[in-house]
C-alpha cells in the first residue's frame, strides 16, 4: 500500500516557477514507477512526467525543457520542478506510482495502470 500526499501548488504569473511536493508512504514505492498527471477543467487527464525506480524520465513534449521531475528517495518524496510556466499549463497537478517498469513507466498514456494517487495539487499560471 503506498499513500502520497501533494504539497506546492499555487498561483503564479506567465514565465514563473513553481515546485510541486508529493510525499509517499510505504515499504515498496522506492521500487515503482512515479509520476506526474494534469487535468484541465474540461479536459481528460494527461502525463506529465515519469521517473522509474532506476531514475530514468520521461516528459511530455508540451514540457519538455521547462519541468524537471525527480525524486529523493531516502525522503520518499516525488519533485515537479515547473519553470517558465504558461497560461496553458494551468490544471489540477496529481502524483501517481504503481509497479510499472520499463515501456509501461515511459508511456504517459497510461493514465489507469496507476493505482496509487495523490489527492491533487491547483496550479493557475496568468498571463
Known amino acids: 500500500q503506498v499513500r502520497m500526499v501533494e504539497s506546492g501548488g499555487g498561483s503564479v504569473q506567465a514565465g514563473g516557477s513553481l515546485r510541486l511536493s508529493c510525499a509517499a508512504s510505504g515499504p515498496t514505492y522506492n521500487r515503482y514507477c512515479a509520476a506526474w498527471f494534469r487535468q484541465a477543467p474540461g479536459k481528460e487527464r494527461e502525463g506529465v512526467a515519469s521517473?522509474?525506480?532506476?531514475?530514468?524520465?520521461t516528459y511530455a513534449d508540451s514540457v519538455k525543457g521547462r519541468f524537471t521531475i525527480s525524486k529523493d528517495n531516502a525522503k520518499k518524496i516525488l519533485y515537479l520542478q515547473m519553470n517558465s510556466l504558461k497560461p496553458e499549463d494551468t490544471a489540477m497537478y496529481y502524483c501517481?506510482?504503481?509497479?510499472?517498469?520499463?515501456?509501461?513507466?515511459?508511456?504517459?498514456?497510461?493514465?489507469?495502470?496507476?493505482?496509487?494517487w495523490g489527492q491533487g495539487a491547483q496550479v493557475t499560471v496568468s498571463s
Open positions: 501517481a506510482a504503481d509497479a510499472l517498469w520499463g515501456a509501461a513507466c515511459r508511456d504517459l498514456r497510461e493514465v489507469s495502470r496507476y493505482n496509487y
Open positions: 521517473i522509474d525506480a532506476d531514475g530514468r524520465k
